[in-house]
């Protein structure tokens, strides 16, 4: 197996006895790599040297582990351009969102190196003057990253960065279709030096991340990718009360474009929503929930820039859309493309199938598919406007009414991860914020686009909001409260007797 990239565990490239399995760039079906597919025993011994390696790393101040991910910062900014050319060339994301993908991961790296510096935790009144009461933090321990391939450098920060700096080890399995990806950013661990067992890669397929998230060892699993999966470990870590899983799920995520909505503003929202990285972000929308007195204006506007986006080769800058992830995913899109169909839909925009001339020179292998663009009755219950399809799929449901009604549509699906809303009215656009069930939600913008500052997250089928930014904090550590006595005598709070009473009194 000389031949495949190596898993890295408790600070050393290692050969595993598995198979191997290659990384496609999903735009030309050129092979990109070679990788050791884990067996039981990779997981099992990555965990012991995350085990291993807790004790001293949580021993070290929050400041000097913080050094090694400023290190870490300055890699990823010095091969900005290297590794934003390996996202595109592996997951295929036009390569302005290649090069976004490593700047939003550096962006995390800062906010939890910067972070260490800042005051932690807080100072707490007591009923009673002797007592000091403190709420303090502790690390959790052995902590499983399972990433997706679509920001195959930005979401494994998302849960490392945090993690790492609060004094926990991780063990990470990368997405196995971006398996390049992580085997690079294990190389910029191993090349600043974090110290052996605090950072290992396992790389492998779901079967991995199972045993992973099995392991009784592993104390916090953070988790981004399918409702199917995330909801699988949500329930595996439920039998143990003291294991915890923070996972980020998708969307049937939608705009709701108002009648006093600028629509300028509406169509390019709406093109960036739903087409940027081929409709593949967890927050990408799938519905346009357009009121009735703009409708037609939008639907010939959004349709127009549909039937014309540039789909095509992700390395060059004149792309919009690069191709789907693999052949697997274009089946699935299809499919739903076809369901809607069934589903008696009216179809607008039908670029399912390119034509051989719309696809690159080189480029006959790519998974390519274009936008779809519908419109249905949003008050009929079809699973296409409900399910999430992960790619350039997208209805135009049509509204009359007020923001009420608008609401009732936005929030009739089980998940809830982003939306925006498009209005120049400030009430309606205050109506939304305040009645939108989703974790991240926007006025006059895309609903793509978070910032690492922010809170990143779902509700309802969406997530339990946990794992980015600094709510991973929260996920990875356990709080203690903490109070110390600075008298000679026991005093208690709520007027609780100290006396000690006996027999002889
Ligand atoms: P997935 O959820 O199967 O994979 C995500 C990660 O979980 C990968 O590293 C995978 O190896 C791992 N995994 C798979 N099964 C596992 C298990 N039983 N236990 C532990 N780890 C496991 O997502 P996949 O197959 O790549 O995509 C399927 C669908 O999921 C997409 O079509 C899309 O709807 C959704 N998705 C959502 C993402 C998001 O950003 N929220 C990202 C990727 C996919
Ligand atoms: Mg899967």
């Not at 397929?205 to 392991?215: I, L, N, Q, S, Y």
Request: hydrophobic share 35%; net charge negative.
């Amino acid at each position: 197996m000389s031949d495949a990239y190596q898993h890295y565990i408790d600070g050393e490239w290692r050969d595993s006895d598995g198979d191997s399995f290659t990384s496609e760039n999903p735009a030309t079906g050129e092979t990109l790599g070679r990788f050791q597919r884990a067996t039981d025993e990779e997981p099992d011994r990555a965990v012991s040297a995350a085990e291993t390696a807790f004790e001293e790393w949580r021993s070290l101040s929050r400041i000097d582990r913080a050094e090694y991910l400023w290190d870490i910062y300055h890699e990823l900014r010095d091969r900005h351009e290297e590794l934003g050319r390996a996202v595109t060339r592996e997951c295929g994301k036009e390569i302005s969102e290649g090069k976004a993908d490593v700047t939003e991961a550096w962006h995390m790296v800062e906010w939890a190196a910067g972070d260490a510096r800042h005051p932690k935790g807080d100072v707490v009144p007591s009923e009673i003057p002797a007592k000091d009461a403190y709420m303090r933090r502790k690390p959790r321990g052995v902590t499983a990253c399972i990433t997706p391939w679509n920001f195959p450098v930005a979401i494994p920060f998302w849960h490392m960065a945090v993690t790492l700096v609060e004094g926990n080890t991780v063990v990470w399995k990368p997405a196995e279709q971006t398996p390049l990806c992580g085997q690079i950013i294990a190389e910029m661990f191993d090349d600043v030096g974090v110290p052996d067992g605090v950072f290992n890669l396992v790389q492998g397929f779901g079967d991995t991340g199972a045993a992973m998230v099995d392991d009784d060892r592993v104390r916090t699993v953070l988790f981004t990718g399918s409702a199917e999966v995330g909801h699988q470990i949500a329930e595996a870590v439920a039998g143990d009360p003291s294991k915890r899983a923070a996972c980020e799920m998708g969307g049937k995520n939608a705009i709701v474009v108002t009648e006093e909505a600028d629509l300028d503003i509406a169509v390019h929202a709406a093109v960036m929503s739903s087409f940027k990285t081929t409709g593949q972000r967890c927050v990408s929308s799938e519905r346009l929930v357009v009121h009735t007195d703009v409708y037609d204006e939008f639907k010939q506007r959004f349709v127009e820039v549909a039937e014309e986006i540039a789909v095509g080769d992700p390395l060059e800058t004149e792309t919009f859309m690069g191709p789907l992830i693999e052949a697997d995913h274009v089946d699935k899109v299809s499919s739903y493309n076809d369901l809607a169909r069934t589903e008696g839909v009216n179809v607008l925009v039908d670029r399912t199938d390119l034509p051989d001339a719309e696809v690159p020179d080189g480029h006959e292998e790519g998974h390519w598919v274009g936008p779809f663009v519908y419109e249905a009755d949003p008050a009929e219950p079809l699973r296409c406007t409900h399910e999430e399809v992960f790619g350039p799929h997208v209805a135009l449901l049509e509204y009359d009414g007020d923001i009420e009604r608008a609401i009732e549509i936005h929030n009739d699906t089980d998940y809830g991860l982003a939306g925006a809303v498009i209005s120049e009215d400030y009430r309606q656009i205050n109506h939304y914020r305040d009645h939108a069930e989703v974790g991240l939600a926007y006025g006059n913008l895309p609903c793509i686009g978070a910032e690492v500052q922010l809170p990143f997250g779902g509700v309802k089928k969406s997530g339990n909001g946990y794992p980015s930014a600094r709510e991973v904090i929260e996920a990875v550590t356990d709080r203690t409260a903490w109070t110390l006595n600075n008298d000679e005598d026991i005093e208690m709070a709520q007027g609780l007797s100290a006396d000690i009473k006996t027999r002889k009194d």
